[in-house]
């Protein structure tokens, strides 16, 4: 990175009162003026003139080791949960005592480059991130950085590609790609730091290359998404880049996959490369979030009593109701017959 503020001792960020480590490299952040041309007068001479200020995105380089902050600052902006964030860039000597500060305010991300994952690289994996402030101010840095104990870098290697049933063991190489979001100035008003509002998300195709042996599958999937036009909603699949840990053991981040379709898959000698949509993307780094549990299944609703059955007691008697109660009989009323006397 040209500009980098990190020779020749460390540069450190802090997020929102959080000190999230030491990034890579960093630059950017600096104030400019834009200049507005006025319409040619009667000397011929163009006039010009600043309009306001504006500041440069702030890139940072960092690896999976910051604190979790600010890797949830960057996730929560892919769900479109934008939040605005102040921070600082210290640069240090090598003594790691503070020389120079860059303050932010009310920053937002607005990319995320990922490096080229293959499995013969031996270069270290880190991203490349940018964010935008309203504004930032510049002061002479004072006190001493505290230093924490760093990880071993995962390498552009460590990875493991996964999509929807495929087999994907033979995937040897991601190309680079990145998530973009693009923010308009709200430069209405005499305010001369202008404020940003979300725009466009844009998530890129993605091309992976694998071996052609025992690829058939994908060979199918291309065939009936690309030729036999299956490719509704359905037809997608979903799936994940994973970066795992210098021994291939542990997961330390892991982009998921949403509503990818395959639309070219061409062969190369003996290897397949396949050119991927994918409509959305979501990142965790660090330990997975947890399953969430199913809900309980409902308790079974209790069945039906059956119908009354009338219980014959023999002719004349009155029918028994299960669960009713049964009237007392009437007393039989006594009939009295008046004895004929013979005329």
């Not at 860059?102 to 991300?109: G, R, T, Y």
């Not at 923010?183 to 305010?191: H, K, N, Q, S, W």
């Not at 359905?234 to 996959?257: F, Q």
């Not at 049964?326 to 005329?343: D, F, K, M, Q």
Request: aromatic letters at 8%.
């Amino acid at each position: 990175m040209a500009g980098t503020r990190s020779a020749p001792g460390a540069t450190s960020l802090t997020v929102d009162g959080v000190a999230c480590g030491f990034v890579k490299a960093a630059d950017g952040g600096d104030a400019f003026g834009e200049v507005v041309e006025e319409k040619v007068g009667p000397d011929f001479f163009v006039k010009k003139h600043l309009a306001g200020v504006k500041y440069d995105e702030i890139h940072v380089q960092v690896g999976l080791d910051l604190a979790h902050h600010f890797y949830d600052w960057i996730a929560a902006s892919w769900k479109q949960n934008y939040s605005r964030k102040d921070g600082s860039v210290v640069t240090t000597d090598a003594s790691f005592n503070a020389v120079s500060e860059l303050d932010f305010f009310h920053a937002v991300v607005t990319e995320v480059a990922f490096p080229a994952l293959d499995a013969a690289s031996k270069d270290p994996f880190r991203l490349d991130v940018k964010f935008a402030p309203e504004f930032t101010r510049k002061k002479k840095g004072t006190g001493k950085v505290a230093v924490s104990k760093q990880q071993k870098e995962p390498l552009a290697a460590s990875f493991r590609f996964e999509l929807g049933g495929l087999p994907t063991t033979k995937v040897g190489r991601v190309e680079p790609f990145t998530v973009a979001e693009s923010f308009a100035t709200d430069d209405i008003g005499d305010a001369r730091d202008y404020a940003k509002e979300p725009g466009k998300l844009d998530f890129p195709n993605l091309r992976v290359t694998l071996a052609a042996a025992g690829a058939d599958p994908w060979l199918q999937w291309a065939d009936d998404f690309i030729v036999q036009g299956k490719n509704d909603a359905g037809s997608e699949k979903n799936g994940a880049i994973v970066i795992l840990s210098p021994d291939l053991k542990t997961e330390l981040a892991r982009v998921s996959l949403f509503g990818v379709g395959i639309f070219r898959l061409r062969r190369v000698q003996a290897k397949l490369v396949a050119d991927l949509y994918c409509e959305r993307m979501e990142l965790q780094v660090g330990k997975p979030a947890a399953k969430p549990a199913d809900p309980p299944a409902p308790a079974p609703a209790p069945a039906p009593a059956p119908p009354a059955t009338p219980l014959s007691r023999g002719p004349g008697a009155t029918p028994v109701v299960p669960g009713v109660a049964t009237p007392e009989p009437l007393p039989t009323p006594a009939i009295t017959r008046t004895p004929r006397v013979p005329g």
